[in-house]
């Protein structure tokens, strides 16, 4: 068959009030702004990483959102905590802070002193 | 046993309990230095830097010149005490020496006049006895206006002063309480012996005999007393900033700095500080916003008693890392060192990061400029055209460094603390601007350009686009023509406090038109709001800085207001109808062709 350089994605379903929301919900109370999103992607189209590497902030946060911690935690390192998305985001959501306490929930025994 | 009254045993065990607990805390905090801390000590101990630095104690521990230019009130309140203090022990010493019979004890140049009941005969004793009280009076005066300041601090110039913990006030006091009972002690004895000063035999002449012989011993021992409770109690709150900050004055002479890490010499700085709330009243949080519990002077209270944890990590977060309080410092604390240090996040990622810089090469730029516009300028792309127009008009070649895509310098990594991968960062940047060969750096953002300034070790010059027209302007490479516009200039952060450039900006401007004064600017410049330092403020927050700061700079109803930061300029903006621009934008605009 001819590529023409698309294909369908496999359908991803998952049960949600099966998922450990415990760090979700804590993010959304760590960062009340977050609330706010509408998933629009400003952030990923302006990200200084994605211009590198195929970081996409905005699946970052809604999966985590989802309760799908898994590989987050690395996917979050290739952020440069520059800020262009909490600029451009058009609901004033707070991301730097978001990335920040992601990166915090993502830590296993955090401890600062 | 001669010279001696069971009165003085609190203040001999005081006097060797605060020396005991200074000298513990002050050899285990030397232990704490890091490893470079160590190197510069042992290079420097005994070198000639000394000199310099017993003079800044004398000007800063006893004289506090550096509050006095800031304050004058405050100054000689500050002064009167500690200088004051500080010559009573000196000429009280040499007074007994001189008058004491039989056996001498420390305690006796203390309590003299307890123990030297003669009244004074000679010219020297004359001199001495109304010396130490004329400075008996210079303490109490300060002593009183520290009480005045208490009641209404507004009288010396501060618009609020610290919220201190239970003991912290309660040293206070015995601090409050040490000179008077000094004053009426030897007024007291001065009734009985007639051995007093102008002052203490004045006040002591109102005693009658029997109410001195009855008093005489008691205000001694509360005498005594004070002291002791103050000795007692000064290692372990603000008053340890006394001998602290003649060992930080001496470890910064030796060319000492803070690591990203707490180490020693941060326990110094933390113990430095005095928590006069110095750094309240100008904190952009507290004047606009009323936040007042995560100034400086609370974050390093929390930190040196490491007993509030939540606290820290709360006052840690909420500051806009504007550089402001550093500024106002009358220690000189490095306080945005110590605020990252206490928003640092450890090394929970070890391994290499940001792999993905691996592919990115640098452009062989041999005898260019290497421009660096930062990530704001992507999102402001007039300035990095403007720029680009007038690196074409000067004739200078230029590679845009980061046109295509943004590398961000690292900044806000260390700023929330995530030291380890703002290193990694460093190091690919470093390795990609090096093998360029450009022959400077030129950038755009005043973030970029303290970061490159001062954490990076690059090899070529680094400039803000301001340094860089300026000198384009001045070598007359570039071109500009004199307008009647009128403009006012908002100092950025980085820029201004954080790297002292004040003078270049005015100088562009006033080749290209009239620049308006306001009433903020240079080290007082205020904030725009929109700060990649917090983390933690809300945009209404933000939009109220970022008014109040526009009502300052649009006071003298300029035709352009003019910042030097992409962040500024974006903030800025979308909050008046006034013209906003960058400095490179004005310019570009006024060029002769």
């Known amino acids: 068959m001819a590529n023409f350089g698309f294909s369908i ?19 959304l109370e760590e960062v009340p702004s977050y609330r706010l999103c509408i998933g629009c992607g400003g952030c990923t189209a302006t990200c200084s990483a994605r211009q590198f590497t195929d970081f996409d902030i905005r699946k970052v946060h809604n999966t985590f959102r989802r309760g799908q911690y898994d590989k987050l935690a690395d996917e979050l390192r290739k952020c440069m905590l520059c800020g262009k998305c909490t600029l451009v985001c058009p609901r004033g959501v707070n991301l730097r802070s978001l990335i920040i306490n992601m990166r915090q929930l993502l830590t296993p025994s955090h401890e600062t002193f | 046993m001669a010279n001696f009254h069971p009165f003085v045993v609190p203040f001999v065990m005081g006097t060797i309990a605060l020396f005991a607990i200074c000298g513990y805390k002050f050899v285990r905090w030397i232990k704490q230095f890091d490893r470079k801390q160590q190197a510069l000590i042992k290079k420097n101990m005994f070198s000639t830097r000394i000199v310099p630095a017993l003079w800044e104690v004398f000007c800063e521990c006893l004289l506090h010149l550096r509050i006095t230019k800031k ?22 010493a040499i007074e007994s020496r001189i008058g004491i019979k039989g056996p001498f004890h420390f305690w006796c140049a203390i309590f003299y006049r307890f123990f030297h009941h003669n ?10 006895t109304q010396l130490m009280d004329l400075l008996l009076l210079y303490v ?30 309660t040293v206070k006091i015995a601090l409050w309480c040490i000179f008077p009972l000094r004053l009426l002690s030897e007024s007291v004895t001065a009734r009985l012996y007639a051995n007093g000063g102008f002052l203490t035999q004045t006040l002591g002449d109102l005693f009658s005999r029997p109410a001195a012989e009855f008093l005489e011993l008691p205000l001694w021992s509360l005498y005594s007393l004070a002291l002791c409770i103050f000795f007692l109690m000064l290692p372990f709150t603000r ?19 803070d690591s990203v890490k707490m180490t020693g010499y941060t326990k110094y700085e933390l113990s430095a500080c005095s928590r006069c709330g110095m750094c309240i009243d100008r904190c952009p949080l507290y004047n606009t916003l009323d936040i007042n519990d995560v100034q400086s002077v609370y974050l390093l209270r929390n930190l040196r008693n490491l007993e509030h944890h939540q606290d820290i990590l709360a006052a840690g977060k909420n500051c806009l890392m504007c550089h402001q309080c550093a500024e106002d410092c009358p220690v000189d604390i490095d306080l945005m060192s110590i605020r990252r240090i206490s928003r640092d996040k450890g090394d929970t990622d070890m391994s290499d990061n940001y792999r993905y810089l691996d592919n990115v090469k640098g452009f062989n730029a041999i005898g260019r400029v290497a421009y660096f516009g930062g990530c704001m300028t992507q999102l402001t792309p007039t300035i990095s055209q403007s720029m680009k127009t007038i690196f074409d008009a000067a ?4 590679w845009h ?28 940047i470093t390795e990609l601007i090096s093998s360029c060969n450009a022959t400077a750096l030129v950038t755009s953002c005043p973030i970029c350009y303290h970061t490159f300034k001062h954490e990076y070790k690059l090899t070529i010059p680094v400039y803000h686009h301001t340094e860089f027209i300026d000198k384009l302007i001045k070598s007359g490479k570039l071109s500009v023509k004199q307008s009647d516009s009128t403009f006012t200039f908002h100092d950025p952060c980085d820029l201004g406090r954080g790297s002292g450039i004040y003078k270049q900006p005015r100088e562009v401007l006033k080749a290209v038109g009239q620049l308006k004064k306001i009433s903020a600017e240079k080290e007082n410049s ?61 310019v570009a605009e006024r060029l002769n062709n």
Request: charged residues 25%; glycine residues 8%.
């Open chain 1, 9 to 27: 994605k496999k359908t991803r379903s998952f049960n949600l009030s099966q998922a450990d929301l415990r760090k979700a919900d804590r993010l």
């Open chain 2, 140 to 169: 109490l005066s300060g002593i009183f206006l520290a009480f005045v300041k208490k009641i209404h601090s507004r009288i010396l110039g501060m618009k609020r002063t610290t919220q201190h913990t239970v003991m912290d006030t």
């Open chain 2, 401 to 428: 460094l980061d046109g295509e895509r943004a590398i961000c310098c690292g900044r806000p990594l260390m700023q929330q603390g995530f030291n380890k991968q703002a290193a990694d960062l460093r190091r690919k």
């Open chain 2, 119 to 128: 009244p004074p005969v000679n010219g020297t004793e004359v001199f001495f």
């Open chain 2, 71 to 92: 304050n004058w009130r405050l100054g000689y309140m500050h002064r009167s005490i500690a200088f004051g203090w500080f010559l009573l022990i000196l000429f009280g």
């Open chain 2, 395 to 398: 004739g200078v070649k230029y």
């Open chain 2, 526 to 586: 205020v904030c725009c709001g929109m700060n990649l330092g917090n983390t933690v403020l809300s945009i209404e927050q933000q939009t109220k800085l970022r008014d109040k700061s526009l009502a300052v700079l649009t006071e003298p109803n300029p035709d352009v207001v003019v910042t030097a930061c992409p962040m500024c300029k974006k903030a800025f903006r979308h909050g008046t109808e006034a013209n906003v621009k960058d400095i490179a934008e004005v």
């Open chain 2, 239 to 257: 008053y340890m900033h006394i001998f602290a900050e003649v060992f930080l004055i001496y470890f910064r002479k030796l060319g000492l700095r």
